[in-house]
């Protein structure tokens, strides 16, 4: 009986370190984004505010969604909502108004960060749960990373090939740089663009494969 016990007691020990990690590495990230030079040069320079947000929306939170036992994660969030929710907040804070309006009032500027991390963290939530438990299916958890890898691909468009700045306060911090202010927002639509574009990619393919295996597993199963 003591090893049977100790047999289940190891079984779920790795899920557990797992879970610590991913923890781990979330507040290591936070720590990146907000105690490092990123989040000094993120009021002078677009591109290393865009950093910010990226290790935000597509690393801590994901990361935190990971680290979040099965049981604790709400399995009666509205995908469709929480999407919205998400997605909304992505571009409210894009828009040149209430960026500037971070970028000039602390208050509002951790607002901002808040916001994106609670709703990122929502989102993950719903399409990886905690450990390998998700509210929603893996086909509708592909549908719902897509559609959102769209939108962000839209909004960094819009960003990269805009052909005036769209933030005032950069306007003047960029040029100590040796930047141009246009060229600098620019450069923060190609990380929105391509970094984040990968990781969207990444998880999208994983639920795939998840999604995969688990029409397999149905298959064969009697």
């Known amino acids: 009986m003591l090893n049977a016990s100790a047999s289940a007691s190891a079984r779920a020990r790795p899920p557990e370190r797992w879970r610590r990690r991913c923890i781990a590495a979330a507040i290591a990230t936070l720590a990146v984004a907000f105690v490092s030079p990123i989040e000094h040069l993120s009021s002078e320079l677009a591109s290393a505010h865009m950093v910010q947000h990226v290790l935000l929306l597509l690393v801590a939170a994901p990361l935190l969604a990971l680290g979040t036992p099965p049981g604790m994660v709400p399995r009666w969030l509205p995908p469709v909502a929480v999407w919205l929710a998400h997605a909304g907040t992505v571009w409210f804070w894009h828009a040149a108004g209430p960026y500037d309006a971070a970028l000039e009032n602390d208050f509002i500027h951790?607002?901002?960060?808040?916001?994106?991390?609670?709703?990122?963290?929502?989102?993950?939530?719903?399409?990886?749960?905690?450990?390998?438990?998700?509210?929603?299916?893996?086909?509708?958890?592909v549908l719902l990373v897509f559609a959102m890898a769209m939108q962000s691909v839209f909004l960094s468009v819009l960003l990269t090939f805009a052909r005036?700045?769209?933030?005032?306060?950069?306007?003047?911090?960029?040029?100590?740089?040796?930047?141009?202010?246009?060229?600098?927002?620019?450069?923060?639509?190609?990380?929105?663009?391509?970094?984040?574009?990968?990781?969207?990619?990444?998880?999208?393919?994983?639920?795939?494969?998840a999604w995969l295996r688990e029409a397999e597993q149905e298959t064969v199963a009697p």
């Open 110 to 141: 951790v607002a901002e960060h808040a916001s994106f991390l609670v709703t990122a963290v929502l989102f993950w939530w719903i399409v990886i749960g905690g450990a390998t438990r998700t509210p929603v299916s893996r086909g509708y958890g």
């Open 164 to 209: 005036t700045p769209w933030y005032s306060p950069y306007v003047k911090a960029t040029p100590t740089w040796s930047l141009d202010p246009l060229a600098d927002q620019q450069l923060a639509g190609v990380i929105m663009w391509i970094p984040a574009g990968l990781v969207y990619l990444g998880a999208g393919l994983a639920l795939a494969v």
